[in-house]
């Protein structure tokens, strides 16, 4: 088959591309390669992805409605992952019109996209962030979700809704996939483990928010390209085709555990500077995956400690090519 992964050169896309590649498929990777972090890393995932014959890679800002609207009509998509957006929620407090480029006007030039041109599934990332402060556990998809805590939060939600009034409009079968806290190899620099592990190998101290008494669902990215792949082949149906599912491991981690489990990776202790919750941040996330497992028959399952072991040897490794 034919698809578009949007955010090719992002974690959780990068991944993906590679997965459908693997399978034989054909992939047109987009990104804007966008400065919110080093393009190296950037670089470094699409290298993953130009050995394949069947990849292409193509620069183009998803706000630029003309530009995108040429790609689908130029390479008829026959399926979309959408998993390019202007991630993490405390930049969201400092530029908040990143979010409403990427995440409002991106998300509607690939609904028009996938809406002219008889995209025959969407599948796009949303995130936990959209319960809030919500504090029946686990999260359920059938949860209310109206009560976000930051902008981030707020585009998620916003886009889950765009995409039910085109399933509900126009018969386009959406699903949006909510992942929660996704870390491994090659993920993101702005996150906790990139941060920590940075900090502690380097003999300098982290920061820990709430007394490191806050819970995450910690999911580890193999995980869920699985759930991504195995999800993007179930197709919705009926009046209005929309779906919406919770990627997690569903054992939420306190934070004070999550950081031993880098120390013991790394063989040193941290230097810990304790720090009160900051704005737009949730006391935990706990994900409800059994609406995931009875789709596809799967759940995700990697332990903490192993996870973190693989990206702290990746980190090593990726740190001593680049210096």
Excluded at 48 to 54: A, R, V
Excluded at 124 to 148: H, I, M, Q
Excluded at 200 to 229: A, H, S, W, Y
Excluded at 279 to 290: L, W, Y
Aim: proline share 5%; net charge negative; aromatic share 12%.
């Amino acid at each position: 088959m034919k698809y578009l992964v949007t955010g090719a050169a992002g974690f959780i896309g990068s991944y993906t591309a590679k997965r459908l590649l693997e399978a034989g498929h054909e992939v047109v990777g987009l990104d804007n390669l966008n400065s919110y972090y080093e393009p190296e890393l950037k670089e470094h995932r699409l290298n993953w992805l130009t050995p394949f014959d069947k990849f292409r890679f193509v620069k183009v800002d998803l706000a630029d409605r003309e530009g995108i609207a040429r790609l689908f009509r130029d390479e008829q998509f026959e399926r979309v992952i959408h998993l390019a957006a202007q991630a993490g929620v405390r930049h969201s407090l400092e530029a908040p019109f990143d979010y409403v480029d990427s995440n409002l006007v991106g998300m509607m030039t690939i609904l028009e996209g996938c809406r002219h041109n008889q995209v025959e599934h969407l599948v796009y990332a949303s995130s936990s962030s959209v319960y809030g402060t919500n504090e029946k556990v686990p999260f359920s998809e059938d949860d209310r979700v109206d009560s976000p805590v930051s902008l981030y939060a707020a585009t998620k939600k916003a886009s889950e809704l765009m995409a039910h009034s085109y399933s509900k409009l126009y018969g386009l079968p959406t699903t949006g996939l909510r992942f929660f806290t996704v870390y491994g190899p090659a993920g993101r620099p702005d996150m906790a483990p990139w941060l920590f592990t940075e900090a502690i190998l380097n003999k300098q101290p982290i920061r820990v928010f709430n007394n490191g008494k806050m819970l995450r669902d910690f999911t580890f990215i193999d995980d869920v390209v699985e759930g991504v792949v195995r999800i993007q082949d179930v197709i919705p149906g009926g009046d209005t085709p929309y779906a919406l599912f919770n990627i997690g491991n569903s054992q939420p981690i306190e934070l004070a555990r999550f950081i031993k489990a880098i120390e013991a990776a790394c063989g040193i202790e941290a230097e810990k500077i304790e720090l009160p919750m900051q704005p737009g941040d949730v006391p935990r996330t706990f994900a409800d995956t059994s609406r995931l497992e009875e789709a596809v028959g799967y759940k995700p399952s990697m332990s903490i400690e192993d996870g973190v072991n693989q990206f702290v040897n990746w980190y090593k490794d990726y740190r001593s090519v680049c210096q």
